[in-house]
């Protein structure tokens, strides 16, 4: 998935995230719980906010997660190289794709990312040439852990993050 890419899934638009996302954003990721379990300080300022939006925004994959029917950005999807540490990416063969993302209060829970994933993962095996996709997730995570294992993740590896522990999961072609 790269340039302007666009997809749609049932309720979603997937599309390049643009600075028109960036007010819905900086909202999104205003949420304590959610700042926590994505790693960034339940203290963050609003400028830091805008500079993590600007940084996400000028990635060549980064998406923004569309509710087709109100217009609502609900959240985000990160398709970028791997970003594991170096022991745990010499273990890994070929060529692979790190996932990450976010969906937003109070769009929570109500099946979004699990649509969004289901479209996505097909498309990057079948257009990039991918033997796996990686995606981590904070151990205490269990929400995460649960719709990585229903989408066929299986756990690879674990590594150290800023303050917690990171699941490690791997996704290969072919199952």
């Known amino acids: ?48 906010s805008i500079k993590i939006f600007e940084h996400f925004s000028g990635l060549a994959g980064s998406w923004s997660l569309v509710e087709k029917d109100s217009g609502a950005m609900i959240g985000f999807l990160l398709d970028v190289e791997p970003e594991l540490p170096e022991e745990i990416r010499n273990g890994l063969q070929g060529k692979g794709r790190t996932l990450a993302y976010a969906v937003f209060p109070p ?17 990057l095996f079948r257009n990039e040439d991918l033997e796996y996709i990686h995606c981590g997730h904070f151990e205490e995570n269990i929400p995460s852990r649960e719709l990585l294992r229903k989408l066929g993740f ?10 917690r522990l990171i699941i490690d999961e791997i996704l290969r072609r072919g199952v």
Do not use: C, N, W
């Open 154 to 163: 299986r756990e690879y590896a674990s590594h150290q993050g800023r303050d």
């Open 1 to 48: 998935m790269t340039g302007d890419y666009f997809m749609e899934s049932a309720r979603l638009l997937i599309r390049r995230m643009e600075k028109e996302d960036e007010a819905a954003f900086a909202s999104g990721i205003a949420d304590r719980k959610l700042r926590i379990a994505y790693g960034f300080s339940p203290e963050m300022e609003d400028a830091v």
């Open 107 to 123: 769009y929570q829970r109500k099946g979004y990312m699990m649509e969004t994933l289901k479209a996505v993962i097909p498309e």
